[in-house]
């Protein structure tokens, strides 16, 4: 097919600058005319016209009404990653639009960094990093201890694909799983990573290490707050790999502070990145990466291919692996 037959599609996010973006701009020129932004703003009434796909590559671009409106043929938004908190649904699907995620292409790389940071947390790994290359070479790993994640108990809020996955690597480190989830799993899958079903309270009582997987939406904005926290064990530590708004964070500081738990472990946070001089950098007993879940070749790679297929089968009318509809 000839490249001005491709459908138009409009590419946000990539700078063009990283080799893993440039592979994945290839990607999509095989089966898009790609456009970019530049391009866009350039001659909106011509390139807005060809555009029936929106491919959207980082987290936060702004999808807003005047950038619909500049679109008459838009189709379907692609967005690479499965949190869409980002945009707004309901406004999009006014304009007739569907929205697709991706959430099989992101799930073990984010399992993986729950369980990065649940074990870099534990082992106490960013202090020892510290004392390792700090000048003073008299030091003692008994001064500062970590704790095991073997046989400990983790409590999964949240049973989707990426809790599902953090509970398969968690049964390999022979830990007690506890899950809360809005379903309950079948008994089947149950067994097969070896998760107990429970109650918010009880998990939040019982955990050595709480980890939050759950979508953020209304129901979950703000799930762990002040009670949550006193609910959890002075020697628990919390895990975020859902997004920073699930949790109430000036209640997270407080409870750090005062030992009401004994650390946290953050992919994400709220706003990202946090301002320098917010409390939670200061803090001792805290690490944070920056939203890094997704941040591999072979997750990039995926996502962008799992997009491709949801986009090209809403052009091609045949049925959308993964749409996403306003609540
Ligand atoms: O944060 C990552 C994602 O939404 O996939």
Same mark, same amino acid.
């Given at each position: ?155 999964? $809020?949240?049973?989707?694909? $990426?809790?599902?996955? #953090? ?42 290490? #709480? ?117």
């Amino acid at each position: 097919m000839a490249e001005q037959e491709l459908p138009g599609l409009l590419i946000m996010g990539i700078g063009g600058t990283h080799g893993v973006q440039e592979s994945l701009a290839a990607l999509l020129k095989k089966h898009f005319s790609v456009i970019t932004m530049k391009e866009l703003l350039e001659n909106k009434k011509e390139m807005g016209k060809k555009i029936q796909c929106v491919f959207v590559s980082e987290f936060r671009p702004t999808i807003d009404q005047e950038l619909l409106e500049s679109l008459p043929n838009l189709k379907v938004i692609g967005n690479s990653g499965v949190g869409v908190d980002h945009l707004n649904l309901k406004m999009i699907s006014n304009f007739g639009v569907k929205v697709t995620n991706t959430p099989h292409a992101v799930a073990d790389s984010t399992a993986d960094i729950g369980m990065a940071l649940m074990l870099a947390s534990a082992r106490r790994l960013v202090e020892g990093f510290q004392i390792a290359v700090s000048p003073d070479t008299n030091y003692f790993a008994a001064d500062w201890l970590g704790v095991e994640v073997t046989r400990a108990t983790l409590g999964i $809020i949240g049973m989707g694909r $990426i809790g599902y996955k #953090v509970a398969q690597r968690a049964r390999a480190f022979e830990m007690k799983i506890l899950y809360h989830n809005r379903n309950r799993r079948s008994k089947e899958e149950e067994q097969a990573i070896g998760a107990c079903y429970s109650g918010m309270e009880d998990l939040l009582q019982q955990s050595d290490f #709480v980890m939050l997987v759950v979508n953020l939406t209304p129901e979950t904005e703000k799930l762990i707050g002040k009670k949550e926290l006193g609910l959890m064990k002075p020697t628990a530590t919390l895990i975020n790999i859902s997004r920073g708004a699930v949790i109430d964070q000036d209640a997270l500081v407080e409870a750090l502070q005062s030992k009401t738990i004994k650390a946290a472990a953050l992919d994400v946070t709220y706003p990202e990145p946090l301002p320098r001089n917010h409390p939670l950098l200061k803090l001792n007993n805290v690490i944070i990466t920056p939203h890094i879940g997704t941040a591999t070749v072979q997750a990039t790679h995926m996502m962008a291919e799992e997009a491709i297929a949801n986009m090209l089968s809403v052009l091609n009318c045949q049925p959308i692996p993964s749409e996403v509809f306003p609540q």
